[in-house]
């Protein structure tokens, strides 16, 4: 998993400033839907992100 993209995931969501669903993350990145989502498996695995709702996902606090 190449780190630019989950560093790119996690600006994302905290530009956001709100829960995002991997499609919208892949949107405003620009990056493939794939990506997104192996780099939010491992942003998952390493406690970097919750889900506060269903299916959206934000940067723990």
């Not at 939010?40 to 695995?45: I, S, T």
């Amino acid at each position: 998993m190449p780190m630019d993209a989950m560093k790119q995931v996690l600006e994302a969501m905290n530009a956001a400033g709100e829960p995002l669903a991997a499609g919208k993350i892949a949107e405003i990145t620009g990056l493939d839907r794939k990506e997104v989502d192996k780099a939010m498996d491992a942003l998952k695995k390493s406690g970097e992100i919750e889900s506060p709702v269903r299916c959206k996902w934000q940067p723990k606090a």
